[in-house]
């Protein structure tokens, strides 16, 4: 689903659940992705699980980069409700158009606890919307 309206800085909470082997996001601008997975009961989580910032794609080298894991594994099961906010700074530029400011996951709070904190992403994330970079985007 995509929002009828662009956003810049943006502070925003979501209530979601999902099915066993759920994989999701809440990508802001259309650009950058936290990423919602059914990571239950993971020990270890990574950019991939929930509350992860997704990772940007290198298609020369093939592999993923500037992921970036929650700091625990907050996820409840499968089919239960849960809740994400994200206090998100868009990115600048200057009268020219060209970026002075990367884009910045301020805070990330699943289920109340936080989860990131001062993340920059110097580009979109993997699968976005848009491989550029603007002052505004959908959600």
């Known amino acids: 689903m995509v929002s009828g309206f662009e956003h810049g800085d943006i502070e925003l909470e979501v209530e979601f659940m999902i099915p066993k082997g759920s994989n999701s996001g809440v990508y802001l601008q259309g650009r950058y992705e936290v990423q919602i997975f059914d990571s239950w009961g993971k020990a270890n989580p990574n950019s991939g699980d929930a509350g992860g910032i997704y990772q940007r794609w290198d298609a020369e080298k093939r592999q993923g ?38 884009a910045k996951f301020v805070q990330v709070f699943q289920n109340g606890v936080l989860i990131q904190e001062n993340i920059e992403v110097t580009g979109p994330t993997t699968s976005a919307m848009f491989e550029d970079e603007k002052e505004l985007g959908l959600l």
């Open 65 to 102: 980069f500037e992921g970036k894991a929650p700091r625990m594994n907050v996820s409840k099961a499968p089919g239960l409700w849960q809740h994400l906010k994200i206090v998100f700074e868009a990115p600048r530029f200057n009268s020219e158009g060209v970026k002075v400011k990367n």
